[in-house]
């Protein structure tokens, strides 16, 4: 069998009238489409209800299955203890996902913490679906597995997707997947997050791409708008749209409300059929490769030379010699120099140095960007097969300058150094979010180690940035 159908859900734990106790009334239309969603599952008969959620446990590289038999929870954390859940999870179907991922070398298994307790987000869509199972007067017998997020970039959450579109296929499960999450939490002012202007243009978007089944335009959001609009469940809808890869879909969009200040959203997806032009990995993949290319060719002696280093070490393990034909300058100017790396516009890698640690900038660059690219404690190295798709950037420094104000800072023009007894942070000026002098000195604090208690010593400097 196969995965018959899909749909993107919201978990608002106040839809449930005994945690609501009548603010529910707010959200009468999402319930009415919750309700159609609900009936449509079970009118799937479905042997395994495949749930991704943002609320169970996640890591930053690596996804969680459930484990075990079973699970079971209630709303009792919200006031509702007596709405109770007790499911029996597919072994069958997650051991073949984990063995899947296993042979591609993809981090994806039931290792880690043995969460026991539903999260709302997976118990939100089970109470829709067990009142479903009431109304219509069917017994319930469906299995459930259970996925959690990463912090992994969205092109491993489609690849999430496909292994489970295999594992279902190599089970023979009839399945439907409910990938839960809720949208931007910033679309009103008196919300519980506040405002922000990517807030309703995030709404905006995802009810357009997924109402129209555009699955590769999932790609386009970028981390930083997707951070700022403070959605929780994009990554979700990315695993869902992965599960149908090379299929044509009919999409509809019933719902969208945001008069609490968070979106919900609810869509619909059912398989047409084979469909080679919808592979949109494949797709993306081809375009950033192209764009790389594109890139390094108008890339300047500084970047070719950090790209040069590191693809030499990751490949080989060798450091790479000074070669010849640079510019007089990456020869004899000795500075410190920072090698940034992106992927798919997510942060790969940052790593450099304040000041000069060997003979000339050329060098240095060779140095760190070999650091940037394996030892960046917050990544894993990077692997050979992400090299066409880097993105990198180097920033020489000037020398640092001791200042006495917060107000001689420009986020834009100066980076700053804060330090105090043995402790330093540096951060690089011109970072997309870093919009204010405070947001500036808070970071590099951070990154140093300082309490904000301890006197601190600030510096600025600035930077040539090669690209």
Request: charged share 25%; net charge negative; glycine share 8%.
């Amino acid at each position: 069998m196969s995965i018959t159908a899909a749909y993107m859900v919201p978990h608002p734990p106040m839809i449930v009238p005994a945690i609501g106790k009548g603010s529910e009334s707010q959200i009468t239309e999402t319930t009415k489409a919750y309700e159609q969603v609900a009936e449509d599952i079970v009118k799937q008969d479905p042997e395994t209800i495949i749930i991704t959620t943002p609320h169970s446990v996640m890591y930053a590289d690596y996804f969680h299955i459930s484990p075990g038999k079973g699970a079971g929870g209630s709303f009792a954390g919200f006031g509702a203890p007596r709405e109770q859940f007790d499911v029996t999870y597919d072994t069958d179907l997650a051991g073949e996902i984990c063995c899947l991922a296993e042979a591609r070398d993809f981090p994806a298994g039931t290792l880690g913490e043995r969460e026991k307790t539903l999260d709302h987000a997976v118990m939100v869509p089970l109470w829709f679906i067990e009142k479903a199972y009431e109304r219509l007067g069917k017994s319930k017998r469906y299995q459930l597995v259970r996925i959690g997020l990463s912090a992994l970039p969205l092109t491993d959450h489609y690849r999430l997707g496909q292994i489970i579109q295999e594992a279902v296929a190599n089970t023979g499960r009839r399945a439907v997947f409910v990938a839960s999450g809720d949208l931007s939490h910033k679309l009103q002012e008196y919300g519980p997050y506040g405002f922000a202007k990517e807030g309703p243009e995030y709404d905006a978007r995802i009810m357009d791409v997924c109402g129209r089944s555009a699955f590769g335009e999932l790609f386009d959001f970028s981390e930083r708008f997707c951070e700022n609009a403070a959605e929780c469940g994009h990554r979700s809808f990315v695993i869902m749209a992965g599960a149908f890869d090379g299929q044509a879909v009919d999409a509809a969009a019933l719902s969208h409300q945001d008069v609490t200040g968070v979106g919900y959203g609810i869509c619909t997806f059912y398989p047409q059929g084979p469909d080679e032009n919808r592979r949109f990995l494949d797709q993306y993949l081809a375009r950033m490769e192209t764009e790389a290319l594109q890139r390094r060719s108008q890339s300047d002696a500084y970047v070719q030379l950090a790209r040069q280093s590191l693809e030499h070490y990751i490949r080989r393990r060798e450091r790479i010699p000074v070669p010849e034909g640079l510019p007089e300058e990456m020869l004899h100017t000795r500075a410190g120099a920072f090698v940034s790396i992106h992927k798919n516009g997510a942060l790969r890698g940052c790593i450099g140095t304040i000041g000069p640690t060997t003979d000339c900038v050329a060098r240095e660059i060779i140095n760190n960007a070999i650091s940037a690219s394996t030892n960046d404690p917050r990544f894993p190295a990077i692997r050979p097969d992400e090299l066409p798709f880097l993105e990198i950037n180097v920033d020489v420094l000037g020398e640092p300058e001791d200042i006495d104000s917060k107000d001689q800072l420009d986020v834009k023009k100066y980076g700053v150094i804060v330090s105090s007894v043995g402790k330093r942070g540096l951060l690089l000026p011109d970072l997309e979010g870093v919009d204010t002098v405070d947001q500036q000195i808070e970071i590099a604090r951070q990154k140093a180690g300082i309490h904000r208690f301890e006197t601190m010593k600030l510096q600025r400097f600035e930077v040539i940035r090669h690209v």
